[in-house]
């Protein structure tokens, strides 16, 4: 999660949500999935294609925010707006072949900052940053359930983006600290039954983004305010071992949001604040940097990207004043879980 502008703050405040601050393949994607338009790759710099756009800027809150964008099995991209107001979709299932887009999910509460499917259940889980909490719904956005409320440690979290392991446990990126600008962030492990809440690491600058890596050896974890992105080696019980900083991100007025890694091991990091996405090797080596073109107005921020499992097809959620969007380019290797960005 980032920080509001005013306008958005003050109507979510409103509505009670007091706690939030601030050339590639196409083989074996689910459905036949593909997008228009094709990418260019020039010294380092892939151009993206716009695919639809899903959202506008909201009345209620002054702007949208899409993030968490994750595929099911089926092929169907489920996407998530944070400042969507009730009544308006808060998560949405885009059908990127037809260019189609339907509601899921819409409540008077949440304000959901990310999207996972579970490999144990099969079912959608939700961050809920204003309040605390992790929801789960059935694909078709029905049965909501509350997996985990409460406290961790003495405090509540402010859940951000969730890591499954290949048992179904959630890793979560607990972005405390964001509005008063302090380094209280932490790693949640909690057990695919909603119990064990586990503290695997604290004193983080505003942790965002968080993925498992190729092998699921650990986790890269983006620091929003820090624009840096750490490495949190686990043990197999699933405990952290070490933790390391691992890259440092020049991302000038933009700031580290979400990450998604493919199955050549290379990290997909999101930035707020300029609707790019940069990737990165296993070593820290910057590989690209993924442009939404100039002719785009509207937009600043690229938060999350999810790779269609088994090609290299990518789809991003960009964000601004003008609106939320889709685009699209090819990803420098296959999609697997770990490219659902959060």
């Known amino acids: 999660m980032r920080r509001l502008p005013p306008r958005p703050f003050a109507a979510l405040a409103t509505a009670g949500l007091l706690a939030i601050a601030g ?6 994607v689910p459905g036949g999935l593909s997008a228009p338009g094709a990418t260019t790759v020039t010294t380092g710099t892939i151009r993206a294609q716009k695919v639809m756009q899903l959202t506008r800027t909201h009345e209620e809150t002054g702007m949208t925010l899409l993030e968490g964008p994750a595929f099911h099995p089926d092929g169907g991209l489920f996407v998530v707006d944070v400042t969507a107001p009730p009544g308006k979709p808060k998560v949405m299932r885009v ?9 899921v999910h819409t409540d008077g509460r949440g304000a959901y900052t990310s999207a996972q499917f579970s490999p144990y259940d099969g079912r959608l889980y939700l961050t809920d940053y204003a309040h605390g909490e992790i929801v789960s719904l ?12 409460g406290e961790v ?10 890591a499954f392991d290949e048992e179904g446990h959630l890793y979560v990126s607990d972005s405390r600290g964001l509005s008063e600008g302090a380094a209280h962030g932490r790693v949640v492990r909690i057990e695919r039954d909603g119990g064990k809440p586990t503290v695997l690491a604290d004193g983080l600058a505003a942790t965002n983004g968080i993925s498992f890596d190729e092998a699921y050896r650990g986790l890269w974890i ?14 197999e019980g699933g405990e952290a071992t070490s933790r ?6 020049d991302g000038g007025i933009a700031q580290t949001d979400s990450i998604a890694v493919d199955a050549d091991g290379n990290l997909y990091q999101g930035l707020h604040g300029r609707p790019a996405i940069v990737v990165y090797d296993r070593h820290g080596e ?5 442009e939404v073109p100039a002719r785009a107005e509207g937009l600043d921020s690229a938060t999350n990207v999810a790779i269609a499992p088994g090609g290299t097809k990518a789809y991003m959620t960009v964000s601004g004043p003008g609106g939320g969007y889709l685009y ?5 290797g296959k999609g697997t879980r770990q490219s659902n960005g959060g």
């Open 286 to 290: 910057r590989l690209a940097t993924v």
């Open 222 to 235: 983006s620091e929003l305010t820090e624009n840096r992105i750490s490495y949190l080696r686990l043990g």
């Open 244 to 249: 390391h900083t691992a890259i440092r991100v």
């Open 138 to 149: 059935a694909p078709d956005g029905g049965d909501p359930r509350t997996f985990f409320a």
């Open 328 to 332: 699209t380019f090819d990803a420098l």
């Open 95 to 103: 059908d990127v072949r037809r260019k189609t887009v339907r509601a």
């Open 23 to 28: 050339c590639g393949t196409e083989s074996g």
């Open 153 to 162: 440690d003495g405090a509540r979290m402010n859940p951000d983006d969730i």
